[in-house]
């Protein structure tokens, strides 16, 4: 008979080498680094891919989005997984995938290649990613899990700079395929160390696969996370012909972004009809039960939004300033910075008071930082102009993740701690998508709009034959998808071939245009994530606070209730 008590403390089989669990920590944020780094490295590198592979900007945009996609789809069922089989087997797994791929991604002669290789990446950063935050609580006894999952947060906030700035010196001094290679000695490093340091995590029930669950929820966020990631390339219209029609402003087929949208919610609808029903579901349902921790998944489903000012940041240092890569990167510092020194400070605060209060403070201090941050941009920036306001938003998103993750995973029972982590993750990556797709929307329409006024603003200071045909390409731009990249220049093209003096200005003046609309987008894209923080720490004041449903235990079984005395 299969024991099914989720309230009973895992069993913890020492490793063959007993260390201390700090350190065991430091194992396991290794992989966790190694995987969120390479969700933003590959970008600076696509370029280069492009030239090196002989593959179109298509192609090469599914080295990034195949990764994503896989990555996202998988992280419930790898959670649960990690219940299942035991989270350190995973993790070894997921770790030893990654890698394996990781040198055949660097190895690839095509494009079709690499796009294979990073789906294997995507399968094994998916096995690897939620078993942190369920080896954390069974490792560090409550009153450490703060410092511990504020020292995760860190790590992470380190990855938002390292990936770009990392992967820029690695293909201006090397090549493309060195930003995989680099993976390799890490990932054996961490898998040895995984392997003799990190004990094994057993539950003492015995859970069973929900495949049906597994397909639903697959087929769910497959369609939801590819409209998201394809809304920019399709203009948030018909991917194919078929069955094409308008309804209001929106364009929709058999297969649109807007479909596929349709499709996913009726997916999600039908896999919670079935986990009510389910004898042991893949996401349980009485998860959501615990208010922290709905509460907490609904923040990181918004919390992605704010971090979306980064690709926003990224290329209009690159792009409009002319940055290089390491350079947009090291500008971006003072953040990572931020989030790496307060991390760790508000997981210890967490640990002592109520966490509820130390999120708030940290939400409520992001927001102004990135509104000082879209003040302070301009077509003459240097990076030491945004050196404050970058950093004050570090210094406010390092007082968030710690608390957060300690608040939605203190009250979950030992045998979900696999399926919290994993739909904690989810609601991560998904709540990323969203802000990406969202932000980048009005980013390009913003754009469009700017265009066509900046450029007759700007065209007095041409020769008067030039000027109208200057102004009608911008105008004819602004209606043209808007899919700008970080490397990408905006000219436009005259009918007659102009003298090289005013060949020159008119690059200037493109290139001028183009960055003011940049700009004129991008405050207003900022201003909506820290908005979005406002809206978050709106959602916090839901917290439940006191004591843990642990804590009281514990005090009830060490304090008997004393009876009044005869």
Not at 408 to 414: E, S
Not at 433 to 462: D, E, M
Not at 479 to 503: C, E, N, W, Y
């Given at each position: 008979m299969q024991n099914t008590d989720t309230r009973a403390a895992p069993l913890i089989v020492s490793p063959r080498i007993q260390a201390n669990n700090w350190i065991v920590l430091v194992v396991l944020t290794l992989g966790y680094f190694m995987i969120l780094v390479d969700t933003t490295i590959v970008n600076v590198a696509l370029p280069t891919m492009e030239q090196g592979l002989h593959a179109g900007f298509d192609q090469v945009l599914w080295v990034v989005n195949a990764y994503i996609l896989v990555y996202a789809v998988l992280l419930i069922t790898a959670g649960r997984l990690g219940d299942i089989f035991g989270p350190k087997r995973l993790f070894l797994v997921g770790l030893a995938l990654f890698t394996v791929a990781s040198a055949a991604c660097g190895f690839s002669q095509s494009a079709e290649q690499l796009i294979l290789f990073r789906v294997v990446q995507g399968v094994g950063a998916a096995l690897l990613t939620p078993q942190t935050l369920t080896i954390l609580p069974a490792i560090f006894p409550a009153e450490q899990r703060g410092a511990a999952f504020g020292i995760l947060s860190s790590v992470a906030g380190l990855a938002v700079v390292v990936g770009p700035t990392v992967g820029g010196w690695l293909v201006t001094d090397y090549s493309w395929q060195a930003i995989f290679f680099l993976n390799v000695p890490i990932g054996v490093a961490a898998t040895l160390a995984a392997i003799l340091l990190v004990p094994e995590i057993h539950s003492r029930?015995?859970?069973?696969?929900?495949?049906?669950?597994?397909?639903?929820?697959?087929?769910?966020?497959?369609?939801?996370?590819?409209?998201?990631?394809?809304?920019?390339?399709?203009?948030?219209?018909?991917?194919?012909?078929?069955?094409?029609?308008?309804?209001?402003?929106?364009?929709?087929?058999?297969?649109?972004?807007?479909?596929?949208?349709?499709?996913?919610?009726?997916?999600?609808?039908?896999?919670?009809?079935w986990e009510t029903r389910a004898a042991q579901p893949l996401l349980p349902l009485s998860l959501f039960s615990d208010r922290n921790f709905s509460v907490a998944n609904l923040i990181f489903s918004v919390i992605g939004f704010p971090f979306a000012m980064f690709i926003v940041l990224s290329i209009f240092l690159q792009s409009v300033l002319g940055m290089s890569a390491i350079h947009a990167g090291l500008t971006m510092i003072p953040t990572s910075l931020g989030i790496m020194v307060v991390g760790p400070i508000a997981g210890r605060l967490a640990d002592r008071m109520n966490g509820k209060y130390i999120l708030?403070?940290?939400?409520?201090?992001?927001?102004?930082?990135?509104?000082?941050?879209?003040?302070?941009?301009?077509?003459?920036?240097?990076?030491?102009?945004?050196?404050?306001?970058?950093?004050?938003?570090?210094?406010?998103?390092?007082?968030?993740?710690?608390?957060?993750?300690?608040?939605?995973?203190?009250?979950?029972?030992?045998?979900?701690?696999?399926?919290?982590?994993?739909?904690?993750?989810?609601?991560?990556?998904?709540?990323?998508?969203?802000?990406?797709?969202?932000?980048?929307?009005?980013?390009?329409?913003?754009?469009?709009?700017?265009?066509?006024?900046?450029?007759?603003?700007?065209?007095?200071?041409?020769?008067?034959?030039?000027?109208?045909?200057?102004?009608?390409?911008?105008?004819?731009?602004?209606?043209?998808?808007?899919?700008?990249?970080?490397?990408?220049?905006?000219?436009?093209?005259?009918?007659?071939?102009?003298?090289?003096?005013?060949?020159?200005?008119?690059?200037?003046?493109?290139?001028?245009?183009?960055?003011?609309?940049?700009?004129?987008?991008?405050?207003?894209?900022?201003?909506?994530?820290a908005g979005i923080l406002l809206l978050a720490a709106l959602f916090a004041t839901m917290f439940r606070g006191g004591r843990s449903a642990e804590a009281v235990r514990r005090v009830e079984v060490e304090v008997p209730v004393q009876t009044e005395a005869a």
């Open positions: 029930r015995s859970p069973a696969l929900d495949l049906p669950g597994v397909l639903l929820a697959s087929a769910s966020l497959f369609s939801l996370i590819y409209a998201l990631v394809e809304s920019q390339r399709y203009d948030w219209g018909p991917i194919n012909s078929l069955a094409a029609f308008s309804l209001g402003s929106t364009r929709w087929s058999l297969l649109s972004v807007y479909s596929l949208l349709v499709y996913a919610g009726a997916l999600l609808l039908l896999f919670v009809w708030l403070a940290g939400l409520i201090g992001a927001a102004p930082g990135i509104v000082l941050t879209a003040n302070a941009l301009s077509l003459s920036n240097t990076s030491w102009q945004l050196v404050l306001p970058l950093a004050l938003t570090g210094v406010g998103l390092g007082f968030v993740f710690a608390p957060m993750t300690t608040l939605a995973m203190r009250d979950v029972q030992p045998a979900l701690a696999g399926a919290a982590s994993g739909f904690l993750f989810t609601s991560r990556q998904v709540g990323q998508a969203v802000g990406s797709a969202v932000i980048g929307s009005v980013l390009a329409n913003g754009v469009a709009s700017a265009l066509p006024g900046q450029a007759a603003r700007l065209a007095v200071q041409l020769p008067v034959a030039y000027r109208g045909k200057f102004v009608a390409g911008f105008d004819q731009a602004s209606h043209a998808s808007q899919s700008f990249g970080i490397s990408q220049r905006h000219t436009t093209a005259l009918a007659s071939d102009p003298p090289p003096a005013v060949t020159q200005h008119l690059a200037t003046l493109s290139h001028e245009v183009f960055g003011q609309a940049f700009l004129n987008a991008a405050r207003p894209s900022l201003v909506i994530c």
